[in-house]
């Protein structure tokens, strides 16, 4: 139902810059969702990064307040996530997600659809 096409993913040093974009398919107009972006390091579980609900309210996890910010492009379908100031650990695979809630959740469980993922590395 949802098809969602990370990319901008890349190698950059400490401190660089990243835009991360996720393209949507499927999105009927009308229904209740919340997207974000979350991210697996190896060894570690999926976490939330960033979720914006259908207001364009966004949330941040900690660790990336001041930092990332998530924007939505509508006419393009297209969901950002600009990070900047990026540190090693920020270090992960990046996933965009869409759930079918009006709610925005931290719970990858309440997450229906997910993209491919897209790499991000951070050297020091």
């Known amino acids: 139902q949802v098809q969602l096409v990370e990319s901008g993913g890349g190698s950059v040093q400490a401190g660089g810059s990243l835009r991360l974009s996720c393209v949507v398919f499927g999105y009927t107009y009308g229904s209740n969702y919340c997207m974000g972006w979350f991210r697996q390091a190896p060894g570690k579980g999926r976490d939330r990064v960033a979720t914006m609900n259908m207001d364009g309210i966004a949330t941040y996890a900690d660790s990336v307040k001041g930092r990332f910010t998530i924007s939505r492009e509508n006419a393009k379908n297209t969901l950002y996530l600009q990070m900047n100031s990026l540190k090693p650990e920020d270090t992960a695979m990046y996933y965009c997600?869409?759930?079918?809630?009006?709610?925005?959740?931290?719970?990858?469980?309440?997450?229906?659809?997910w993209g491919q993922g897209t790499q991000v590395t951070v050297s020091s």
């Open positions: 997600a869409w759930s079918w809630k009006w709610t925005c959740s931290s719970r990858i469980a309440d997450y229906n659809y």
